[in-house]
């Protein structure tokens, strides 16, 4: 299901270290799963994409685990960035249907 | 190659009042999605289209909104007699035809209604 909130949890990293943003989803059917980058005042932006079929992927210091046993997502940031700052969205959608429910975020803030 | 266009950036209307919300997508892109988000909250779909053909429309609401993606031209995004909770920003997103599912975002347009 979809989560509402009024104030996003927010992870705060230092520069340098990993991060790690986690997402839970509720619909057992669904088999695709996007990771988006939203700053402020923006569009979200495309970061890494995995299929149910996959466990695990991997891009430009960023990783994406999923868990379907228990409907869990998580992505990973080498070395964050302070340009890495930013609200992260978890989205996903199901075979048959081509929109996306997106989960409520997690602000991610990089101290220098 | 352009991203997806969006426009107006920002739009004030009055309660009543029409707003009219333009996307253009990606090059090659066929499919058409709009999106609404409320500050602090994740994005909610509203319609998907295709070229003269509106495929899901289940989030949009009932009454005041409608949605087309014409032949020629942009998307348009529809809201008649605007109301106050209609303050959101609206995001358009496109994916090419050839059945990969990444859609990516526009801009958006930020709605305020006064």
């Given at each position: 299901g979809e989560s509402v909130g009024l104030h996003l949890p927010t992870l705060s990293v230092q520069e340098g270290d990993n991060s790690i943003i986690n997402c839970a989803y509720?619909?057992?059917?669904?088999d695709y799963f996007i990771w988006y980058k939203q700053e402020s005042g923006k569009g979200p932006q495309f970061i890494i994409d995995i299929r149910s079929n996959m466990d695990k992927r991997q891009g430009q210091r960023v990783t994406v685990l999923l868990n379907k046993t228990v409907k869990h997502l998580s992505l990973q940031i080498a070395?964050?960035?302070?340009?890495?700052?930013a609200v992260y969205f978890c989205a996903e959608n199901q075979t048959g249907r081509r929109a996306l429910t997106f989960g409520s975020g997690t602000r991610l803030q990089v101290q220098p | 190659n352009a991203g997806v266009m969006q426009n107006p950036r920002h739009l004030v209307r009055r309660r009543g009042q029409e707003a009219r919300l333009r996307c253009s997508p990606m090059k090659g892109h066929s499919h058409v999605y709009w999106y609404r988000q409320l500050p602090e909250e994740g994005l909610k779909f509203m319609v998907y289209l295709q070229k003269e053909n509106?495929?899901?429309?289940?989030?949009?609401?009932?009454?005041?909104f409608s949605a087309e993606f014409p032949k020629e031209g942009p998307s348009i995004l529809r809201i008649q007699?605007?109301?106050?909770?209609?303050?959101a920003a609206y995001f358009c997103a496109s994916s090419p035809?050839?059945?990969?599912?990444t859609q990516y975002f526009g801009p958006g347009t930020r709605l305020l209604v006064l």
């Open positions: 509720s619909n057992s059917a669904s070395a964050t960035q302070p340009g890495d700052s | 509106i495929i899901d429309e289940s989030g949009m609401p009932k009454e005041r007699q605007v109301v106050r909770g209609d303050s035809p050839d059945g990969k599912e």
